[in-house]
């Protein structure tokens, strides 16, 4: 079974083509990076417009790149939520138009439980039954939590950030630091010659936040505006020029306070929760400080550490394309046609 899979919940015109075994016969993405960056973010009407213009060749190249025809797609999977809703929109519309043209289910996949599968992706994947369920930590730009993952469509939210997301948090402080967007991959780049230890920031503590978010163990969750209130103190104490020396030291030091943060919940949720691995997905699981604090937590725990592929870290239809197949496969039902798109939708 060849499930074509479409993904532009924002800023990123992906698709994809995967068989229900997980095998990736095409993954192509279309980035918007050089568009948004005069403004220091995604503006979502450009979002959308890029996407109009550039998914009817990137869908053409996809095709291509799997050695497919229109002919040989079985079903059409896309994000349906959770994103911006003018990019959502693009890419829901356009899977509808396709799997009503070919005469094929439909299925709108939620974008972080696609998340969640890419650790399942890859040519060395671990069969399913060998690793789930996992602990995943989910963290992007958008997103942190953590997740009891048991497979597709299969999961349980444990908990997540009570504020901002770890990636908005790298990407705010590398704003403060005068860096370009986007701004995660700068303060990790500017990390590798700077000392983690020289400026103590504080490490996210929920202990007195509210307990209203809807996650079965609050006491896991995460905080990170504290992180970017304590790094604007500092600059206002302590100015920094673009070739200030310090501003290594400065960006290694607030790259270890995230990754503390997010290490010492998993490692505190590990003790409590029955797993067979523990896993990363999202964006900044690209993050190799991250992946590395990750890793040694699982090897001293004594089981799998199951991090994304750098490909399918970002926004990509590779997860989005296996994790319908693997829903079809499991007897699913298709998502009916006049379903509309859910921009807020929860995990």
Not at 170 to 185: F, I, N, R, V
Not at 263 to 287: D, F, K, P, Y
Not at 329 to 337: C, H, L, N
Request: net charge negative; with cysteine; glycine share 10%.
């Amino acid at each position: 079974m060849n499930v074509l899979g479409i993904e532009t919940s924002c800023d990123e015109t992906a698709v994809a083509l995967a068989r229900e075994d997980g095998v990736l016969l095409a993954n192509a993405v279309r980035s918007q990076i050089a568009r948004h960056g005069a403004y220091g973010g995604v503006v979502p009407e450009i979002a959308a417009r890029a996407h109009v213009e550039t998914l009817p060749d990137v869908l053409r190249h996809a095709l291509g790149e799997a050695g497919l025809q229109w002919s040989d797609i079985d079903a059409v999977a896309a994000t349906r939520g959770p994103g911006l809703a003018t990019s959502l929109t693009v890419g829901f519309q356009a899977a509808k138009a396709l799997a009503l043209r070919l005469g094929k289910p439909l299925l709108g996949v939620h974008h972080l439980e696609a998340h969640l599968f890419s650790i399942l992706l890859g040519p060395d994947r671990f069969a399913p039954e060998r690793v789930l369920p996992a602990l995943v930590l989910l963290v992007s730009g958008g997103h942190t939590a953590l997740v009891l993952f048991e497979g597709a469509g299969r999961h349980r939210l444990i908990a997540q950030t009570v504020d901002d997301a770890a990636g908005e948090a790298l990407d705010k402080g590398a704003k403060l630091l005068g860096l370009p967007y986007p701004g995660g991959p700068e303060i990790e780049r500017l990390a590798r010659g700077g000392n983690p230890g020289a400026v103590p920031f504080p490490r996210g503590d929920v202990h007195n936040a509210r307990r209203d978010i809807r996650v079965s163990h609050p006491e896991y969750c995460y905080s990170f505006s504290g992180l970017k209130t304590a790094l604007l103190y500092y600059l206002k104490a302590n100015p920094i020029t673009p070739d200030d020396p310090r501003l290594s030291d400065l960006a290694a030091s607030y790259q270890q306070a995230v990754v503390d943060t997010l290490a010492i919940q998993v490692e505190r949720a590990l003790r409590e929760t029955s797993v067979r691995s523990l896993g990363c997905a999202g964006g900044v699981a690209r993050n190799a400080a991250l992946r590395g604090a990750l890793s040694a937590i699982a090897t001293k725990r004594g089981i799998p550490f199951l991090a994304a592929a750098p490909e399918v870290c970002t926004d990509n239809a590779a997860m989005v394309a296996a994790l319908g197949a693997a829903l079809l496969a499991s007897g699913a039902e298709p998502t009916p046609f006049d379903a509309d798109i859910l921009p807020h939708w929860p995990l």
